[in-house]
């Protein structure tokens, strides 16, 4: 099994930056890539970005395409995002998801790592 662990969350003020970390452990040698989802109070979890464990494949939803930045260092098993330029309505709880061979939905979750952002 896959465990996830994600840090970095905080305040920030809007147009600020926080950089997330997800930090995986267990049979990291079966994921095949990573993903950032969020969840704002009251709304359902919507997708943020996704990188390839195995290659360097990146995409973005549209709404971060130009301020976020996903990467990753396979030597630490440590997935990042850097995100720049904040608004309020990006508060939320930020999670990372792993997909893994052998599995068609996400093989692990992290707990979870709140962001929020002062107007």
């Known amino acids: 099994q896959v465990q996830l662990v994600e840090s970095g969350g905080g305040l920030v003020q809007a147009g600020g930056s926080l950089r997330l970390s997800c930090a995986a452990s267990g049979r990291t040698d079966t994921m095949y890539a990573m993903h950032w989802f969020r969840q704002a109070p009251g709304k359902e979890r919507e997708f943020v970005a996704t990188?390839?464990?195995?290659?360097?494949?990146?995409y973005y939803d549209d709404s971060v395409k130009a301020r976020f930045t996903i990467s990753k260092d396979n030597a630490k098993n440590t997935m990042y995002l850097q995100m720049n330029s904040l608004k309020p309505e990006e508060t939320a709880v930020y999670y990372c998801?792993?997909?893994?061979?052998?599995?068609?939905?996400?093989?692990?979750w992290g707990q979870g790592t709140q962001v929020t952002v002062s107007s």
């Open positions: 998801a792993a997909r893994v061979l052998g599995k068609s939905d996400f093989g692990a």
């Open positions: 990188i390839s464990w195995i290659g360097e494949s990146r």
